[in-house]
């Protein structure tokens, strides 16, 4: 229920070529609609298939759906846009190499989620990215940093020589991805997955013990705390805090880390005796704890159960008939304090709009967490135009507070240039666009 856009009509080309054909002759009519790209369209939460601007038509490409080449041994894949991140792992699936996949559903693009910039359960999904294949706005294709070259790929550098436009194309409406080269993990021999629970009251306490493990090398992948409303969402038990901390690698040095990890918690006397994947498997309806112990194994196939809790329906059906669901994506330094002050607003915005939001903590480095900030509601008017206020409520206090979204939705495009740090860069971004696409055959996006 974001504010509906003028389509004028939707092309759904299957090949490259049909890509291509599309964007020349957008380019070669004078003062029509512009071009929207889209993958599959399941950018739940943040407008899904909405274009930020009226006048367009939608480029759907979920019809390019190929794996073109697969090199498990180099630890690389070349996909389109089509390719959802279950199909990839399941191919994936027996061999040393995995995706690194998010808490969506399995039916999600891996390349949409990548170029606008989505995180794993392993690190920011921008790091698995080696190169793009793009049609450019005169409809030339080009490929980006790296390519693997005929029977000798050699090895990934996704920078390249010289200055590296890889970059220009996340986020970006200065061309038409079509392709990219995606990066595959090595598989670890071990994985175990660690639940700590603590309450409100020893929340910075917590935060800054877990942040301890993570810059000391103690757990492996992207830290996971669920609050209260989060895990009740996504059909999770408990009435407190949950912490997921993966360590993976050998079974020894996963024996050893995990004992550590066992005693510092013991120490420290915030959290409740940690469970162990291995000697405590989730209960069954604890849908969370279940698929998050699958997805740090790059296996998002347990996903859908955590789909069906928060928004009632499979999928395909989510934007038809799902509940409301938005969300806010802020970066939140990793410290105790900060997490505390989120929470904070978090509680302001409730008690000024009635609204009260789920949040998940995504420890991406010891430095920096990835807050998913989420509102739930009924498909009602009325409902819609509360959560959508307690949604401008949040980007304001969070703006103020200095904790500033790396993704937006369709309907606060325009945050791009209050949060921009120099007002300079936006305008060579703007620079290049004007050079690039003159005729402003590709709509401007969410970020433009």
């Known amino acids: 229920m974001f504010s509906?856009?003028?389509?004028?009509?939707?092309?759904?080309?299957?090949?490259?070529?049909?890509?291509?054909?599309?964007?020349?002759?957008?380019?070669?009519?004078?003062?029509?609609?512009?071009?929207?790209?889209?993958?599959?369209?399941?950018?739940?939460?943040?407008?899904?298939?909405?274009?930020?601007r009226d006048g367009v038509v939608t480029l759907e490409l979920q019809g390019l759906d190929a794996v073109r080449d697969l090199d498990v041994e180099g630890g690389w894949a070349i996909i389109e846009p089509g390719v959802t991140q279950l199909r990839l792992a399941e191919l994936l699936a027996g061999t040393d190499r995995m995706l690194n996949v998010t808490a969506s559903s399995g039916h999600t693009s891996v390349l949409g989620n990548i170029v606008d910039r989505g995180v794993g359960l392993r690190r920011q999904r921008t790091l698995d990215l080696a190169g793009l294949e793009v049609v450019l706005p005169d409809g030339q294709l080009v490929r980006v940093g790296w390519w693997p070259h005929g029977d000798r790929a050699g090895a990934v550098n996704p920078q390249g020589l010289g200055p590296s436009p890889l970059s220009l194309f996340t986020q970006s409406d200065l061309g038409i991805v079509t392709a990219g080269v995606i990066r595959l993990l090595p598989r670890p021999e071990a994985q175990r997955v660690l639940r700590l629970g603590f309450g409100r009251d020893r929340l910075p306490q917590a935060i800054d013990e877990l942040r301890r493990w993570t810059a000391q090398g103690l757990v492996s992948g992207v830290l996971k705390v669920y609050d209260t409303v989060s895990t009740r969402s996504y059909g999770g038990l408990g009435d407190a805090y949950v912490a997921h901390v993966c360590v993976d690698g050998t079974e020894r040095s996963v024996a050893a880390v995990t004992e550590v990890i066992?005693?510092?918690?013991?120490?420290?006397?915030?959290?409740?005796?940690?469970?162990?994947?291995?000697?405590?498997?989730?209960?069954?309806?604890?849908?969370?704890?279940?698929?998050?112990?699958?997805?740090?194994?790059?296996?998002?196939?347990?996903?859908?159960?955590?789909?069906?809790?928060?928004?009632?329906?499979?999928?395909?059906?989510?934007?038809?008939?799902?509940?409301?669901?938005?969300?806010?994506?802020?970066?939140?330094?990793?410290?105790?304090?900060?997490?505390?002050?989120?929470?904070?607003?978090?509680?302001?915005?409730?008690?000024?709009?009635?609204?009260?939001?789920?949040?998940?903590?995504?420890?991406?480095?010891?430095?920096?967490?990835?807050?998913?900030?989420?509102?739930?509601?009924?498909r009602t008017e009325a409902d819609a135009a509360r959560a959508h206020r307690a949604l401008d409520r949040t980007y304001e206090l969070f703006?103020?507070?200095?904790?500033?979204?790396?993704?937006?939705?369709?309907?606060?495009?325009?945050?791009?240039?209050?949060?921009?740090?120099?007002?300079?860069?936006?305008?060579?971004?703007?620079?290049?666009?004007?050079?690039l696409d003159p005729r402003q055959v590709i709509a401007p996006g969410r970020y433009a």
């Not at 291509?20 to 512009?34: I, L």
């Not at 790396?406 to 325009?414: E, G, I, K, Q």
């Open 262 to 378: 066992e005693e510092e918690a013991a120490r420290s006397g915030l959290f409740t005796p940690a469970q162990r994947s291995d000697e405590q498997p989730a209960a069954p309806d604890d849908l969370v704890a279940r698929a998050v112990e699958r997805l740090y194994a790059g296996d998002p196939s347990r996903n859908e159960t955590m789909l069906r809790s928060a928004v009632g329906q499979e999928a395909d059906q989510v934007d038809a008939k799902g509940g409301g669901w938005l969300f806010f994506l802020p970066l939140v330094p990793f410290t105790g304090r900060a997490v505390a002050r989120s929470q904070e607003l978090l509680a302001q915005v409730h008690e000024e709009t009635g609204v009260q939001a789920g949040s998940t903590i995504n420890a991406l480095d010891p430095d920096v967490i990835d807050l998913v900030v989420s509102f739930r509601f009924p």
């Open 399 to 435: 703006a103020e507070a200095g904790f500033h979204p790396y993704r937006l939705d369709s309907d606060h495009h325009r945050w791009v240039d209050r949060l921009s740090v120099d007002p300079a860069a936006r305008a060579l971004v703007r620079r290049l666009k004007q050079t």
């Open 4 to 52: 509906p856009r003028d389509v004028y009509g939707v092309v759904r080309p299957r090949t490259v070529e049909d890509v291509r054909a599309v964007v020349r002759a957008f380019a070669a009519a004078e003062g029509g609609p512009r071009l929207q790209a889209l993958s599959t369209g399941r950018n739940w939460g943040l407008g899904s298939r909405e274009p930020a």
